[in-house]
């Protein structure tokens, strides 16, 4: 796969040599891929990195509070992570654009311990 590309495409290897001054294409090797679903995320850095964890919140019922389940860590330079938020941000401008925007619920307040209020 060619990043960028569609996936039903076929993978061609380039019939011309690429000229210095044209981005270079970066090919992905997919096929070790595994795709994981996210509900949860939490942040985490210092001053060289900055770190992403990805899980998934099943509440079940009875249990407070729920369980979480981190299933994956990405750790990423500043200066890449900064790149992940522009790419992010263009990306959720498009999505916006071509389907409306996208609504955000209000934070959730604390509750309270029984007995307080």
């Given at each position: 796969m060619i990043f960028g590309e569609e996936e039903d495409q076929p993978m061609e290897p380039r019939q011309q040599p690429q000229q210095p001054?044209?981005?270079?294409?970066?090919?992905l090797d997919a096929s070790a891929m595994e795709t994981v679903y996210a509900n949860f995320?939490?942040?985490?850095?210092s001053p060289d990195e900055l770190v992403i964890y990805?899980?998934?919140?099943?509440?079940?019922?009875?249990?407070n509070?729920?369980?979480i389940k981190v299933s994956h860590r990405l750790m990423l330079l500043p200066a890449n992570a900064k790149r992940l938020l522009l790419a992010l941000q263009q990306a959720v401008k498009a999505h916006e654009d071509r389907f409306g925007p996208i609504e955000l619920p209000p934070p959730r307040r604390p509750e309270?311990?029984?007995?307080q209020s």
């Open positions: 001054s044209q981005p270079q294409q970066v090919r995320f939490a942040l985490a850095g990805f899980g998934t919140n099943s509440p079940l019922p009875n249990v509070p729920p369980a309270n311990p029984p007995g």
